[in-house]
């Protein structure tokens, strides 16, 4: 049983477009992290969000912390083709407590 | 500054053999924790270890084990392997279980049993 569902499990859309991606559980998380992994390689930290109904921007990416701290979404503005990747939620119920993997969002971006 | 560090990069191993996986974490990070990545699925946590003591085990059988050597870095150990082993071993970095949650990914460990 998947403890944190992501949505969609895959998207495919054309560079310019905008795109969400959504985190799901019905449990309460301290902190939630966003990756981003391409084939081969580990993944790499986007962003933590800590703080209920916290809002987090890094260039075209906003990151959404629910107000119950039990969901999150990503935000996509004017894709682009070094956007395509695996995006995966990973949750701690703890500080320095161990992740919780969502099974990823396969998102490519087509030029 | 060097990040997290696995090594080998690729592994392939037979049925009923053992694999070590190693990892150095980021300079200053005292915790080292191992995740499974099944091809097509997020990572699936294993083992977390903070200043060479376990602090948390995965739901993963006895076949796996793990150490953390003074210097912090660590292996992963997986005896009889089994075809259902082959997957990306990653080594995730971070500060230690009272700091953020914050942790920083190897490359992983490829490893595919045959």
């Known amino acids: 049983t998947q403890l944190l569902e992501q949505s969609p499990q895959f998207l495919s859309i054309q560079e310019g477009e905008n795109l969400t991606v959504y985190c799901n559980s019905s449990s309460v998380f301290s902190s939630l992290q966003w990756y981003r992994q391409e084939p081969g390689e580990g993944p790499v930290l986007l962003v933590t969000?800590?703080?209920?109904?916290e809002v987090k921007k890094l260039k075209r990416l906003t990151f959404q912390f629910g107000d119950a701290r039990k969901d999150s979404s990503l935000h996509i503005t004017a894709a682009q083709p070094g956007d395509t990747g695996l995006y995966l939620c990973a949750g701690a119920k703890a500080a320095g407590n161990k992740l919780t993997f969502g099974g990823g969002t396969r998102v490519l971006v087509k030029p | 500054d060097a990040g997290v560090t696995q090594s080998p990069t690729h592994l392939i191993k037979t049925r009923g053999q053992h694999v070590t996986l190693r990892c150095s974490p980021i300079s200053g990070h005292k915790s080292v924790s191992w995740y499974q990545q099944v091809l097509g699925q997020g990572p699936q946590f294993i083992f977390q270890y903070y200043e060479k003591e376990e602090r948390g085990r995965g739901n993963f059988p006895d076949r796996f084990s793990a150490r953390q050597f003074p210097n912090y870095s660590s292996e992963l150990n997986v005896n009889a392997l089994l075809l259902g082993d082959s997957a990306l071993y990653l080594c995730a970095s971070s500060l230690g279980p009272t700091e953020n949650t914050e942790a920083f990914f190897g490359q992983g460990t490829r490893l595919t049993v045959v």
């Open positions: 969000v800590v703080t209920g109904g």
